[in-house]
């Protein structure tokens, strides 16, 4: 048995992607047979039993304007040293990055997990006004040299880190629950709730934050309905930009729901006839996953590591409003069994179970081979 500590900022109780992947790797490694502490931000120090182990929240100061609280590494560090961990999984490359010096110096292995691709990331927020390129590449090279492994989940994401020719970069696809996420959820009644008359529902599970670019979500429908389309937008997700989008949406078909229980989730997902992956910096894209695990069709941010993980059940598109209701109109024109049918075969392709042995890989607990090269 290994004692391993995993160890995120921007984590809430209603965050989706990095909570997700916390969540599916503390059970295979409990099943595994170790014993998994998780260390996460909260409003004030609670410590909660799980079936995969413990969740330990730190206080951590609010972030003005994401409705995110960020830990600071020194009460991250009292934590651990209490555990006595054995292996540390750091999934947050930014604000406790310094953790992998300190594992480092007790003796303790490492690894970084990388959600975010950081000269994309830099060239969207400065609009190409800086050298990102260089600023990242320094950054990244800082970051590999601190920790033991550095794992990237798609080959786009680990491109930034290639061309500094690291001996320690990992790839590790993540994974979709094939059961919770299922064309079976489709509800009838659902879909009548928004369509009672017709037409095509798209569904767009995002957080409402700068980055993911909901907006061009809303551009598209805005699109759609000016070619006399009748489509419904449906969002699943919050964040501190849900007010600006809702002005923005106004007299448009577009519906609010804020953020869902998984349940729901899946079924909304499922009903829809297309979702919307907007977003050009994701690495990954659990949501899109999980709506192609639903058998519904992803038109998705062309700039993004989507089109990748999308394969033919993907639409990439460019970012504005009118190439995304191009790529909405293609996949509509696409009888909706085969639609469906590429979709589900396309996530199945992608599994847990083989995450997390690729996880215990980089960890020293599985056979190399387990880590995709």
Not at 264 to 281: C, E, Q, S, Y
Request: a positive charge; glycine letters at 10%; proline letters at 6%.
């Amino acid at each position: 048995m290994t004692r391993i500590v995993q160890v995120a900022n921007f984590v809430t109780p209603q965050s989706g992607g990095i909570r997700t992947v916390l969540a599916h790797l503390a059970a295979g490694y409990a099943g595994a047979g170790h014993e998994v502490l998780q260390v996460v931000p909260g409003a004030q120090r609670r410590r909660t039993a799980h079936e995969w182990g413990h969740q330990i929240e730190v206080p951590g100061t609010v972030l003005p304007g994401t409705g995110y609280r960020v830990m600071v590494p020194d009460a991250v560090w009292r934590e651990l040293r209490v555990f006595a961990p054995e292996r540390l999984e750091v999934h947050d490359r930014a604000t406790l990055r310094g953790l992998g010096a300190r594992a480092r110096r007790e003796g303790i292995g490492s690894c970084v997990v990388s959600h975010e691709r950081l000269d994309r990331l830099m060239e969207h927020w400065t609009r190409g006004r800086v050298p990102t390129r260089r600023l990242a590449d320094a950054s990244n090279r800082q970051l590999a040299a601190g920790f033991d492994t550095v794992v990237c989940t798609t080959s786009w994401a680990a491109e930034e880190f290639e061309r500094l020719e690291p001996d320690n970069l990992r790839l590790v696809p993540l994974g979709v629950d094939h059961e919770r996420f299922h064309p079976r959820t489709r509800d009838a009644a659902l879909r009548h709730r928004y369509v009672p008359s017709g037409g095509a529902l798209l569904v767009m599970a995002v957080r409402l934050s700068a980055e993911k670019c909901a907006g061009l979500g809303i551009d598209a429908v805005r699109e759609l309905v000016r070619r006399g389309c009748r489509v419904r937008l449906v969002v699943a997700g919050d964040g501190p930009l849900r007010r600006r989008l809702e002005r923005v949406a106004a007299g448009l078909p577009v519906t609010f729901l804020g953020h869902l229980p998984r349940a729901r989730l899946a079924a909304l997902l499922a009903t829809a006839d297309v979702a919307l992956a907007p977003g050009p910096v994701e690495t990954f894209g659990l949501a899109a996953l999980e709506a192609l695990a639903c058998g519904t069709a992803v038109v998705a941010n062309e700039r993004s590591a989507l089109p990748s993980v999308l394969g033919a059940a993907g639409y990439p598109a460019a970012a504005d409003g009118a190439a995304f209701a191009d790529a909405v109109e293609r996949a509509l024109a696409t009888p909706a069994e085969h639609r469906s049918l590429l979709a589900r075969s396309r996530a199945l392709e992608f599994d847990w179970a083989r995450t997390v042995q690729g996880f215990l890989a980089v960890h020293g607990l599985a056979p190399p081979s387990a880590v995709a090269a």
